[in-house]
């Protein structure tokens, strides 16, 4: 079951991975946007392209929280198969400004 995300910018976000559309994608952004793996930094270009465009990212929402800026999901891609990860948004103007992403408890189903 794919849990309903409320905040329009996130769920342009992850309607733009689901879709391989890298373009989308960076609309959905601020120009300014960063982002966090495993609470590390990341170069949010080189990131995407390696772990989502490339490898043809895919999320499977399994619940929203905090009006769809929280999420559980099921990550999956062609390097590392699928896991239980989490994501946190921050949006701005209508866009992403930031988002932290890492592996959550459990494991994918």
């Known amino acids: 079951m794919t849990a309903t995300i409320e905040d329009p910018a ?7 991975v689901n ?4 373009e ?12 966090a ?3 590390t930094e990341r170069d949010l270009q080189a990131w995407v392209d390696r772990e ?5 990212g895919h999320l499977e929402v399994e619940s929203a929280e905090d009006g ?21 948004f921050t949006v701005a ?9 890492g592996q959550s408890q459990g494991t994918a189903g």
Do not use: C, Q
């Open 10 to 16: 996130v769920a342009a976000f992850v309607k733009a």
């Open 19 to 22: 879709a391989g559309d890298r």
């Open 24 to 35: 989308a994608f960076f609309e959905a952004l601020t120009p300014d946007a960063t982002m």
């Open 37 to 39: 793996d495993d609470g």
């Open 52 to 56: 989502i465009f490339t490898v043809s």
């Open 68 to 88: 769809g800026r929280e999420l559980t999901a099921t990550y999956s891609n062609t390097t590392w198969g699928g896991m239980r990860t989490h994501w946190r």
């Open 93 to 101: 103007d209508g866009r992403v400004r930031r988002f932290e992403t």
